[in-house]
């Protein structure tokens, strides 16, 4: 039997994340992933600046070979259209692949013990079962996304899940137009555009119907469509379920979640990566000092935030007539627009060393 004192479960961004932030507190880890790197996800492949806050207090530098920077976020509705800079650093469109590639050459720099194509059978209290072998490990930590095994195993299950969303994904290869990630809005959909390299941009769609796909959708986006028209597919379509879901509780024993696997915002926020990235800072904290009820308290801070955010965002999806009264109300005065795009990135909070990491816009 091998022995850890932290044993990670799930290798995606939210695993690797804990396992970062535990070895800068100086703890042995182990991760465990039943996938090979780097690990594909459907998503809008953009962090916001205090994402990119927050992966760089984990010692994850994304160059400007890997990211494309973006200077703000721009709503385009039927009627209206309305945008604002990022009051302090830029995002990041980041290829999902590249950001993992980046975080697990980080961790192999950090001395985390990684097990590729291994996946977790099954955890009795602190052992962790894997093909051929067990594992003792002080805390186990569950990072295994939004239908997590883990939560199953450790009995902490119940929660609420909001209303199922579809995403898709598909990267064109075109030259971005734009210097700002855009979000289309339509009826009962979304479409984000996101640069991801000088002639690259990721395109995402989010609905309420698990039949709609991307092209599909495109047709009630005539301006968008036109601009893809010509441009050739740089991937497969790829698809993954959102849903804003809240635990009560994320910890049990010596057993913790983080990422999707401990509760999650809608998609429509964009903080998915950053509230996981937090988490597992807050996360080795608790781990480090040997008591997991901060953590709790933290996680429930954390999610605050982006669960207010994404009941606005979700509102306006359902109601065309807020949505577009929303819009026009922010073209007319765009200091509305300024001031909601400060509070969702959490503007106050960003150091000044953050943001002067940030790529620059």
């Not at 697990?104 to 009795?124: F, K, N």
């Not at 898709?168 to 991801?196: A, K, N, S």
């Not at 608790?286 to 509102?315: F, N, T, V």
Request: some cysteine.
């Amino acid at each position: 039997m091998q022995a850890t004192e932290v044993f990670v479960i799930g290798g995606g961004p939210a695993g690797l994340a804990v396992a970062l932030a535990a070895r800068r507190r100086g703890l042995e880890v182990m991760l465990a992933d039943g996938a090979r790197p780097p690990i594909d996800k459907a998503c809008g492949e953009g962090l916001m600046p205090d994402g990119s806050a927050a992966l760089s207090d984990l010692g994850v530098s994304l160059g400007s070979a890997d990211a494309q920077p973006f200077r703000g976020i721009r709503f385009v509705g039927s009627a209206a259209c309305v945008e604002a800079a990022f009051p302090l650093g830029s995002g990041m469109g980041v290829r999902r692949t590249a950001l993992h590639a980046r975080m697990v050459a980080s961790a192999e720099r950090a001395g985390v013990r990684m097990c590729w194509g291994t996946p977790v059978s099954g955890l009795t209290s602190n052992i962790v079962r894997l093909a051929g072998t067990t594992v003792a490990a002080r805390w186990v930590i569950g990072a295994d996304g939004f239908d997590s095994r883990v939560r199953r195993w450790a009995g902490l299950d119940a929660g609420s899940v909001g209303r199922l969303r579809f995403g898709f994904r598909i990267q064109y290869r075109r030259e971005p137009w734009t210097d700002y990630m855009e979000l289309h809005w339509g009826r009962g959909c979304q479409i984000y555009v996101t640069p991801v390299s000088p002639s690259e941009v990721c395109v995402a769609l989010v609905s309420r119907d698990p039949h709609l796909r991307l092209e599909q959708a495109l047709q009630g986006f005539p301006r968008l469509r036109a601009r893809l028209a010509d441009a050739p597919h740089g991937t497969l379509e790829r698809g993954a379920v959102t849903a804003n879901c809240s635990l009560p509780r994320v910890y049990r024993g010596r057993v913790a979640l983080v990422g999707d696997a401990s509760g999650s915002v809608d998609a429509i926020t964009g903080e998915g990566l950053c509230l996981a990235f937090r988490q597992a800072l807050a996360l080795a904290d608790a781990l480090a000092a040997g008591d997991l009820k901060p953590y709790q308290a933290a996680h429930r801070r954390l999610a605050l935030r982006p669960i207010l955010m994404s009941r606005l965002l979700l509102a306006m999806d359902r109601q065309a007539w807020l949505r577009e009264g929303a819009l026009r109300a922010m073209a007319f005065e765009p200091r509305i627009f300024r001031k909601m795009l400060s509070v969702h990135v959490a503007a106050g909070h960003l150091s000044q060393g953050a943001a002067s990491c940030a790529l620059p816009a």
